[in-house]
């Protein structure tokens, strides 16, 4: 006897949405009816839009309450609304935003939350003991690679309390305009990255020489060029053998500094953690996102640092950012960052809709609006404590904005030069995505990527559409996870070493 059919179901954001999306795995046949008497005249796929009502061609639809598009032709109650019905409203303008109201949403202290990290001299605490070796100038890259095959294989063995050794390599530093305005944010990046707090304070540069970004450029202030630097170009280097010798000798000091460090249990409000998407889907904004959102309050109320970013994937919603800022500074910082990016979007003949991929729109999300209204659901409703130009270190306790443009790889990269210690990131398609200098934990918006992705997505947030969770308890989850991972436990992605590489943002000119 054949197995029931699967009650159909759909997800209704807001009463006053004119669309749903379809539940059910494998989407529903024409003809399917629901309890309410809507009834299918079309096929449509999991994630994607069934019209609840009539929709006349230009008028309002609506999802999350707000409004992603118009018809761009009539749509009949109960058919597909594909993208191509969907005509793109434009971005919301920076007059007339509400007033910031942030202090009033402040919720209560969570207290008695701690983790086991390691403290450093300038007060952060990390959540891994990592040497990083930086570098000036990709001409260098090829270099410390062959050495850090040498340091894992002889060095690392001696020193057990290290967990890894990475090279911050990028494809900055020579054939660029290094005084333009826009020079400002890779190198700024790049002298963040070495302070992160899961480097533990043990600075080293590796630079050729002649290079337009000089090493020194990159030292935290206070460090000494000849401790914390080394030239390939040094005349008293002779052959390829004395330079990988020079960069081994350097990494074995602070590794012995490294290897001393210990775990301590740490307050929850030592945490700096950075949240993103990415592979979204239509279920993003109904289970993963509004889950880790709830998490993210559940940090801030412990008093941690909790950052969200990806400038094209809130600036649709900046009307609701501006009231949860806690002063008008903050609102100001936050219309800021997002026109700067509208201006740079427009300096290359683009603009916010070139964000939707192939993979959100086959997953349900018909435009950027869409994808953005789901997206800042991870925020969760704390009030905005401070706004971050890319590359900036974090400065400010609670939730903070760091703008960052929405790729993956970049704002993994920028988080990270902010001081973030653990990465939370959420995804509906799938994405082996990981990072080499943080814990990368991933959360799936549907069931179906966890069954198949079984060892590689840490948490569901599937079983929220299903019904067998609610936002709450999946946002426990990760709050705890999150405690965990801190603390050492290893994520899917560490487990099997997947590291994707770091990618600079410059929006200066090369030369």
Request: proline content about 6%.
């Amino acid at each position: 006897m054949p197995p029931a059919a699967a009650k159909p179901l759909y997800i209704r954001m807001n009463a006053a949405d004119n669309v749903a999306i379809v539940a059910n795995s494998g989407g529903l046949r024409p003809g399917t009816e629901f309890d309410c008497g809507l009834r299918l005249v079309e096929q449509i796929p999991q994630g994607h839009k069934v019209a609840l009502a009539d929709i006349a061609e230009d008028e309002i639809i609506r999802r999350y309450g707000e409004i992603i598009g118009h018809a761009a032709a009539p749509i009949v109650r109960g058919s597909w609304v594909k993208e191509s019905l969907v005509r793109m409203p434009d971005a919301p303008g920076f007059d007339n935003l509400p007033k910031p109201n942030g202090e009033g949403l402040r919720q209560p202290p969570l207290e008695g939350y701690s983790f086991e990290g390691y403290r450093n001299a300038d007060g952060s605490v990390g959540t891994r003991n990592i040497l990083a070796i930086s570098t000036s100038v990709q001409c260098v890259a090829g270099t410390v690679d062959f050495a850090l095959t040498r340091i894992r294989k002889e060095l690392l063995p001696k020193y057990p309390s290290v967990d890894d050794v990475v090279a911050v390599t990028h494809a900055y530093g020579c054939g660029v305009a290094i005084n333009a305005p826009g020079a400002a944010v890779p190198i700024r990046t790049l002298q963040n990255l070495a302070r992160n707090p899961n480097f533990g304070g043990e600075v080293m540069i590796v630079g050729l020489g002649c290079e337009k970004l000089q090493p020194e450029l990159l030292l935290p202030e206070g460090m000494i060029a000849d401790d914390d630097i080394m030239r390939m170009q040094d005349e008293n280097l002779t052959g390829f053998g004395e330079i990988v010798d020079d960069i081994v000798r350097m990494a074995d000091e602070r590794l012995q500094v490294l290897n001393r460090r210990r775990r301590e249990t740490c307050p929850a409000s030592a945490l700096v953690v950075g949240m993103q998407c990415g592979g979204s889907d239509a279920f993003s904004g109904v289970t993963a996102n509004p889950a880790l959102g709830f998490a993210a309050d559940l940090l801030v109320r412990a008093g941690a640092t909790v950052m969200f970013s990806e400038v094209t994937e809130v600036r649709d919603a900046i009307h609701l950012l501006t009231p949860r800022a806690i002063n008008q500074e903050v609102a100001d910082a936050l219309v800021r960052e997002m026109d700067w990016y509208d201006r740079y979007l427009a300096g290359g003949e683009a603009d916010r809709s070139a964000n939707t991929t192939p993979g959100n729109k086959k997953g349900g999300l018909s435009n950027i609006v869409e994808k953005a209204m789901g997206s800042v659901i991870k925020s969760g409703t704390s009030p905005i404590a401070g706004v971050l130009a890319p590359g900036e270190r974090v400065r400010d306790k609670g939730l903070i904005f760091a703008a960052t443009p929405a790729s993956d790889f970049v704002c993994g990269t920028l988080q990270l030069a902010s001081g973030m210690t653990v990465h939370v990131f959420t995804t509906g398609r799938g994405t082996p995505y990981g990072l080499a200098a943080a814990p990368v934990i991933k959360v799936s918006t549907r069931s179906d990527l966890k069954q198949r992705w079984h060892d590689l997505i840490d948490v569901d947030a599937g079983s929220i559409a299903t019904g067998d969770a609610t936002i709450e308890d999946v946002g426990w989850e990760i709050f705890r996870l999150i405690l965990d991972v801190a603390s050492g436990r290893e994520t899917w992605a560490e487990h099997w070493n997947l590291t994707n590489s770091l990618a600079l943002f410059n929006p200066g000119p090369v030369t």
